[in-house]
């Protein structure tokens, strides 16, 4: 199957500060881009759906000029968590797919706020 | 708008012992199905999908799950458990009414114990 890339695999960083997280389709070319967010012991929550060089759709209640979510290329998408705080602590997940097909999930990126 | 329902939040079971994991979706015109598995911090691996033809579909590491239209359901089975099975495992639905996003379940931890 197709293979997605986050990076990193986990930050720590203070509060008040941006932390940038990178989602890459490394073997397709990734029409649309989805970024979820979970937290422990929960579903994944859709925080946002980018079309390769259009804004990003984003979910009612999350925060557009918080998270940040550039899809500037083909098999890059970008999340920037701007002035990051604790309770934006969570494990973000992002996953792509090309065209109407299949949707494939990266491993993963641990935040945590101190 | 579609919604997923995973009745059990925790399933334990014995090793070799069968499990079956409960997902129920709304009815709609068209649906498209999916099991993911996610193990401790990572991303979600899909297990398997339902598009269309035979209701019965198998999946990897001996998973199968039964698409019923009339009870809205897409149970997962497994005739016989290993403690590698340990993980939270997520039953999805594709609602191309919301622009093709994936609708998650609440996740089912299933548990393996010797």
């Known amino acids: 199957g197709a293979v997605v890339s986050q990076h990193p695999s986990w930050v720590i960083c203070k509060s008040g500060t941006s932390v940038k997280i990178e989602c890459r389709s490394l073997d397709f070319q990734a029409t649309t881009m989805f970024w979820y967010r979970q937290f422990p012991k929960q579903s994944l929550m859709l925080m946002a759906t980018?079309?390769?060089?259009?804004?990003?759709?984003?979910e009612q209640g999350v925060e557009k000029d918080k998270f940040l979510i550039n899809h500037a290329s083909l098999t890059l998408s970008t999340l920037t968590v701007t002035s990051a705080h604790p309770e934006d602590s969570s494990f973000y997940i992002c996953s792509a797919r090309e065209g109407a097909s299949e949707q494939f999930f990266g491993p993963g990126t641990r935040l945590t706020v101190l | 708008a579609q919604s997923v329902t995973q009745l059990d939040s925790q399933v334990p079971v014995f090793e070799e012992a069968p499990v079956e994991l409960r997902c129920n979706y709304s009815?709609?015109?068209?649906?498209?199905l999916f099991w993911y598995v996610q193990y401790p911090n990572q991303g979600l691996q899909l297990l398997l999908k339902?598009?269309?033809?035979?209701?019965l579909v198998k999946g990897i590491n001996g998973f199968e799950a039964e698409f019923n239209k009339s009870q809205t359901s897409f149970h997962l089975r497994k005739p016989s458990v290993h403690i590698s099975d340990t993980a939270e495992y997520f039953c999805?639905?594709?609602?191309?009414?919301?622009?093709?996003?994936?609708?998650f379940g609440q996740g089912t931890e299933l548990s393996v114990k010797p």
């Open positions: 009815s709609s015109v068209s649906v498209y």
């Open positions: 339902y598009l269309s033809g035979s209701t």
């Open positions: 999805a639905a594709l609602d191309y009414n919301q622009g093709g996003k994936l609708i």
């Open positions: 980018s079309n390769e060089g259009s804004k990003a759709t984003y």
